[in-house]
């Protein structure tokens, strides 16, 4: 696996079942959280699967089954780095960022990360199986963060959540910070609406939000000198949703 610097991140295999998929998982703790995943729809590997860094920058995945591309850089890559945020990244040679999995969330956003204006996060099936589930949180271009079922219209009659915050800016962003404090920015920087108030101990504490596998999103914290699960701070649903 590709290690941070600090050690808390890694890309590479992890297990899923019997096989293994690709991704960005935190390696720092006992419970493995996995926070990205590479082309999660496809069919997972065996443990002689491999990874390819191409001459012209691509990384590719070579299995039984021939090669995929994990990620493709819109420029030539000279070099990769799995951060000490949970970026990984490809470089060109000056040194500049040319593809980063921050941009392509799955069902995450870590601290530093945002959740861009017509992007949105699709749930996983389950805790252990994070193919693409049954529910999504999508940054609408109007301002509003909703929630609907996957494959819907983007429309109030399937939404199962919304903050209220359409008609209040475009090119919104859903915006997570070190401090657990989760909030909406419009594209002139104007605060839509503060989801929490943050100022959460960031000594030895991580914070994540991810629109788990019950169609609730929710921000989790994690004390990195402690053993045990995650400990949820704030959701958007005291109920399950029903799909």
Do not use: C
Not at 28 to 51: C, F, M, Q, Y
Not at 83 to 111: A, E, H, K, M, R
Request: hydrophobic share 35%; charged share 15%; glycine share 10%.
């Amino acid at each position: 696996m590709w290690l941070s610097r600090s050690g808390l991140y890694a890309f590479g295999f992890y297990k899923q079942g019997n096989d293994y998929a690709i991704g960005i998982f935190l390696a720092g703790i006992p419970e493995k959280t996995v926070v990205w995943t590479a082309n999660r729809d496809e069919p997972l590997v065996s443990s002689n699967a491999t990874l390819l860094f191409e001459t012209d920058g691509s990384l590719l995945l070579q299995g039984t089954g021939g090669r995929v591309v994990i990620a493709a850089s819109i420029g030539a890559a000279s070099s990769a780095s799995m951060l000490n945020s949970g970026n990984f990244v490809l470089y060109n040679s000056s040194q500049q960022i040319i593809w980063q999995s921050f941009d392509y969330p799955t069902d995450t956003i870590l601290s530093s990360q945002r959740l861009l204006a017509g992007q949105q996060l699709l749930s996983s099936i389950s805790e252990s199986d994070h193919s693409t589930g049954i529910f999504r949180l999508k940054m609408q271009s109007d301002g509003n963060l909703v929630q609907y079922p996957v494959d819907t219209p983007d429309t109030a009659p399937y939404a199962y959540y919304a903050s209220g915050t359409n008609g209040w800016g475009d090119k919104g962003t859903l915006n997570l910070d070190a401090d657990g404090y989760l909030y909406l920015l419009n594209g002139t920087g104007y605060n839509m609406k503060n989801l929490t108030n943050g100022g959460y101990t960031t000594t030895e504490t991580i914070y994540l939000m991810r629109i788990d596998a019950d169609g609730i999103f929710r921000l989790y914290s994690h004390n990195l000198k402690q053993s045990g699960d995650w400990s949820i701070r704030w959701s958007s649903s005291s109920d399950k949703v029903r799909s």
